[in-house]
Each structure stands twice: as C-alpha cells, then as structure tokens.
T-cell receptor, first 119, second 115 residues
Framework: AQKVTQAQTEISVVEKEDVTLDCVYE???????LFWYKQPPSGELVFLIR??????QNEISGRYSWNFQKSTSSFNFTITASQVVDSAVYFC????????????????FGKGTHLIIQP | AAGVIQSPRHLIKEKRETATLKCYPI?????VYWYQQGPGQDPQFLIS???????DKGSIPDRFSAQQFSDYHSELNMSSLELGDSALYFC??????????????FGPGTRLTVL
C-alpha cells in the first residue's frame, strides 16, 4: 500500500522568509510518480510539479524548488522569499504506474500543509 | 487552453436524495478520475476510467456509481445521500498518449451540500 505523510499540519511565516514543506512517502513499487499541488482558499487544485522515481535531479522554478531523495523517501518543497499569495494548502501526492491495460491509478494525497504567509 | 469542466459547481440536496455530477475532460484526454474532499481533508480517490472502462477503484461507497461515455465525459451518480457525503468533488483528466503517465488536470470541483 502506498502512503504519503506531510507531518507539518500548519506553517506560519512572515513574508520574504524561506519555507520548506516536508513530504515523506511509502510505496512498494520501484517506479512511481510524485506530485505537489496547491489549493488556495478558492478551492481549486493547482498542479505544481511531477517527478518520476528515476529522476532524482532537483528542480527549480522561479521561487519554487523541489528536493527529491529516494534514500530517505522524501520529496520536499521549498518556497524562497515567500509572498502572501503563496498562502494555501499544499498537498504532496503519489501515483504508481498503471498496469499493462493502460489508464492510471488514482493519486494518494498527504493530509496537506496549510501555509500561512503573514505580511 | 481548455480545462476540465464540472457541472454543477454547487449542489444542495436533502438526505436520501440522489445526485449526478458531470465531468467533461480536456479534449483528447482519455482518462477521468473522481476524488472526494471532505472539509479540512485531503482529496480521496474514488474511481477512474480509461477509454470508457473502469481503470482503478478507491474508496467509493456502494451507493455511488460512475461511468465514462463515448465522448469521454463522465458522470458520478450518488444515491441515498447522507450528511457525510457533503464534500468537494473533483474530477481530473489525463492523457495516456505519449508519456507513460501524464499529470492529472483537475476541474474546479462540485461542492455538494447534503441537508
């Protein structure tokens, strides 16, 4: 069975601080995908990144960066110079590869981290 | 760019009534997923369809059923509604063409309130 753990329920920082959201996952598969989604107060789920299990290269996109470490089963997300608009719930999610019949398995989400950026 | 369309966006029902939620995937996407997100909870996977066939099944109650039609839109049917069914229901779509697993694009959600 697969599991995603986001131990930080809520984080509150002051604007312009850097903040890291932790994500630890469990899966028996050797091939899997990891995701981060953002859910602002308006409720929609916004895709941020997808990473497959064979690609441990860290990624940077503007103020966002992700650190994937298979050795510790972690996929952490860092926001540099946080802004008030970053305030949202952030979900880490895991998906295993589909079977040979095609299609895809549903995502397993962590409980989410509520990030509050104070002005 | 076209996104996933869900209708209705808001729905209010009484206990024991039925509800039907609709999802229109992004054009040329062949896979549809349904998720349920209770208040303050993470999204829970319910069911998915690939090329109109059920692909994967999660924690979908027996009172719920779903299908994908020939035009790839999907409907989630919910019967004998309970107060605990009040939640945000997301539909997502993806394409199996090309990459082994493309990202799931989520719709805006349908907020169901059961009174």
């Amino acid at each position: 069975a697969q599991k995603v753990t986001q131990a930080q329920t809520e984080i509150s920082v002051v604007e312009k601080e850097d903040v890291t959201l932790d994500c630890v996952y469990e899966t028996r598969d050797t091939t899997y995908y990891l995701f981060w989604y953002k859910q602002p107060p308006s409720g929609e789920l916004v895709f941020l990144i997808r990473r497959n299990s064979f690609d441990e290269q860290n990624e940077i996109s503007g103020r966002y960066s992700w650190n994937f470490q298979k050795s510790t089963s972690s996929f952490n997300f860092t926001i540099t110079a946080s802004q008030v608009v970053d305030s949202a719930v952030y979900f880490c999610a895991l998906s295993e590869l589909p079977g040979t019949g095609g299609g895809a398995d549903g995502l397993t989400f962590g409980k989410g981290t509520h990030l509050i950026i104070q002005p | 760019a076209a996104g996933v369309i869900q209708s209705p966006r808001h729905l209010i029902k009484e206990k024991r009534e039925t509800a039907t939620l609709k999802c229109y995937p992004i054009p040329r996407h062949d896979t549809v997923y349904w998720y349920q997100q209770g208040p303050g909870q993470d999204p829970q996977f319910l069911i998915s369809f690939y090329e109109k066939m059920q692909s994967d099944k999660g924690s979908i109650p027996d009172r719920f059923s779903a299908q994908q039609f020939s035009d790839y839109h999907s409907e989630l049917n919910m019967s004998s509604l309970e107060l605990g069914d009040s939640a945000l229901y997301f539909c997502a779509s993806s394409s199996s063409f090309g990459s082994v697993l493309s990202e799931q694009f989520f719709g805006p959600g349908t907020r169901l309130t059961v009174l």
